[in-house]
């Protein structure tokens, strides 16, 4: 059973920067595609960045492109979200998630970990 632990969320003013880290246990990391999925209160969650293992590909989304960066070192079998220029409307619950089938970015995830707080004050 793949287990994957957030951390690094917290509280920021507009215009800083946070680094989200995601440590997975329990299976082959890097086999694995990784991905960032977000959910602020009253919406849906939503993706934001992901990479995907065989070919290095990523995914970002349009509201967060220049501004967010998915790496992923799988020495320490961990996947990173740094986020520069952050904005109010990045407020929101952080998931980190993983799948192995499927080439797919967005969609498919098996695997999820609890969630960080990420909060920007203006």
């Known amino acids: 059973q793949v287990q994957l632990v957030e951390s690094g969320g917290g509280l920021v003013q507009a215009g800083g920067s946070l680094r989200l880290s995601c440590v997975a246990s329990g299976g082959t990391f890097s086999s694995y595609t990784m991905g960032w999925f977000r959910q602020a209160p009253g919406k849906e969650r939503e993706p934001v960045a992901a990479?995907?293992?065989?070919?290095?590909?990523?995914y970002y989304a349009d509201s967060v492109k220049g501004r967010f960066t998915i790496s992923r070192d799988n020495a320490k079998n961990t996947v990173y979200l740094q986020m520069n220029s952050l904005q109010p409307e990045d407020t929101a619950v952080y998931y980190c998630?993983?799948?192995?089938?499927?080439?797919?970015?967005?969609?498919?995830?098996?695997?999820w970990g609890q969630g960080t707080q990420v909060t920007v004050s203006s």
């Open positions: 990479t995907r293992w065989s070919d290095s590909s990523t």
């Open positions: 998630a993983a799948k192995f089938r499927g080439l797919a970015l967005t969609t498919g995830y098996v695997y």
